[in-house]
């Protein structure tokens, strides 16, 4: 019998990737996704996507999500011990439903992959990372070669907001400073799909505002139920 996993999703081209990979394997059945969203924002964690939006990556691509609501701001900040303590519980509903592992589209940070098998491993599951130790400039362009369709949902101020909004494709990778990893693993930017061989159907969305916020940019995606699935202005 394959193994129950479930996804941890932020909704961008990695974990797309994470889940194509893994949902081809025999020994895997992914039986949903888990997301962490900004409780006083309803928006996907780093990311900035709003979580309607997630709502219908998840309902496009078929799968069950499960969301952990992360408090913000000064007053009710997440401390790595609230954090913990939310994703303990979350972790243990998972569990609750028969789910052994949690994959991850993490590629080369290894204090990160340390730190995740062990909190994993507290609560007596394992973790999976199905694209691990892949060259980043080789899966970009596999991405983009697999028909997902992808745009900046954050850029850092390495970036620039030029850049927020832009569709991950050739003509971006181009266009990247030196020095800016290809998918971004050290945080240089976020993405959102909508739309690959991963969905049953595309998710049509536009650009809103650009805002800046920490130092960061944010393209406002919005769901666009009578556009393409080429985000337009």
């Not at 052994?100 to 940070?109: E, N």
């Not at 999976?128 to 992808?150: H, M, N, Q, Y």
């Not at 595309?202 to 919005?222: M, N, S, V």
Request: hydrophobic share 40%; aromatic share 10%; with cysteine.
């Amino acid at each position: 019998m394959p193994t129950p996993v479930m996804l941890s999703w932020s909704g961008g081209k990695d974990s797309a990737m994470a889940l194509h990979e893994i949902a081809g394997a025999n020994d895997y059945e992914v039986v949903g996704l888990l997301t962490t969203v900004s409780e006083e924002f309803r928006r996907i964690s780093h990311h900035g996507v709003r979580e309607a939006l997630l709502d219908e990556q998840a309902a496009a691509i078929g799968l069950s999500l499960e969301k952990v609501y992360l408090p913000s701001g000064e007053s009710n900040g997440c401390t790595n011990e609230i954090y913990n303590a939310l994703m303990e519980t979350a972790l243990a509903r998972c569990r609750a439903r028969g789910v052994q592992a949690i994959a991850f589209g993490d590629l080369f940070l290894q204090d990160l992959r340390d730190w995740r098998e062990a909190q994993l491993g507290q609560v007596g599951m394992s973790a999976i990372f199905p694209i691990w130790k892949r060259d980043t400039a080789e899966l970009a362009r596999t991405v983009i070669a697999f028909g997902f369709e992808s745009y900046f949902s954050c850029v850092g101020a390495a970036l620039g907001p030029a850049f927020a909004g832009r569709l991950f494709d050739e003509a971006l990778l181009e266009a990247l400073p030196p020095g800016i990893d290809p998918c971004g693993e050290n945080g240089e930017f976020h993405s959102f799909v909508c739309d690959g061989p991963i969905f049953k159907r595309p998710i049509p969305i536009r650009t809103g505002k650009t805002l800046e916020r920490g130092g960061r940019f944010f393209a406002d995606l919005i769901l666009d139920p009578g556009g393409t699935t080429r985000c337009s202005n």
